[in-house]
């Protein structure tokens, strides 16, 4: 299972650096990668649905062993990872043809029913918490978190009682890089191919973390 987990997830990263490039080349191609339920956008949900099974999974087989701060956390990990998943596919209104209510109508930059393309008093709910967060999360969680664990007694108390999976430096720098690549393309859709290649570094930390025994296989 890790080893095709890391095959998909690999694959994926490669495809995402040359969506990215089409945009210089072969601009039609690109946006049909990029577009709103394109193949990126149904990657992210895919992704963090088997994120959110994988998780499931493992606190079923777990938890009686674990505290009460890791069956938290896990909780978490499992209803968000979905929450995610329902948010990238706008709870299947497309899918289904459902129409969006009036709040979503009036408040959604995209008339569809999820959170994370509203739009209430001039505050983008998408920039200011899926953005800008998810980029404050990036930071911190695939940069600092590794130096802060082997640095820092309180840190790593704290990952180990929450049972936190951190990166390995091989995350660190596929992400970094893929990062500055992606983002070199001039053109907001590009958020969409970093979305996908962000949860699919998160799938391949969580298969094999620095600190092994918090993988989510195990």
């Known amino acids: 299972m890790e080893r095709v987990l ?11 650096l040359i969506a990215a490039s089409t945009f210089y080349y072969a601009e039609e191609i690109y946006h049909k990668m990029v577009a709103e339920d394109g193949v990126f956008e149904n990657i992210t949900a895919l992704v963090l649905l088997g994120i959110s099974i994988l998780f499931l999974l ?6 009686e062993t674990r505290n009460k701060y890791w069956t938290v956390l896990n909780v978490l990990i499992i209803v968000g990872a ?31 029913t999820n959170l994370h393309n509203l739009e209430i008093n001039g505050v983008k709910i998408n920039k200011l918490i899926f953005s800008q967060g998810m980029v ?12 802060f664990y082997r640095r820092w007694n309180f840190f790593q108390n704290l990952v180990d009682l929450f049972g936190i999976q951190l990166p390995k430096i091989k995350h660190t720098v596929i992400m970094l890089v893929c990062t500055g690549i992606i983002l070199m393309v001039p ?32």
């Open 58 to 63: 493992r606190f079923i087989k777990t938890r």
């Open 136 to 147: 404050l999360v990036f930071g911190f969680y695939f940069v600092l978190s590794l130096l």
């Open 187 to 218: 053109d907001l859709r590009i958020w969409e191919l970093w979305e996908a290649l962000f949860v699919v570094m998160l799938l391949l930390v969580f298969v094999e973390p620095v600190n092994e025994k918090e993988s989510v296989l195990s």
């Open 82 to 112: 979905f929450f995610g998943f329902g948010e990238e596919i706008s709870w299947g209104q497309r899918i289904l043809s459902i129409e969006s209510g009036e709040f979503f109508v009036q408040n959604n930059l995209q008339n569809e």
């Open 6 to 16: 890391k095959i998909i997830a690999y694959v994926i990263i490669v495809a995402a």
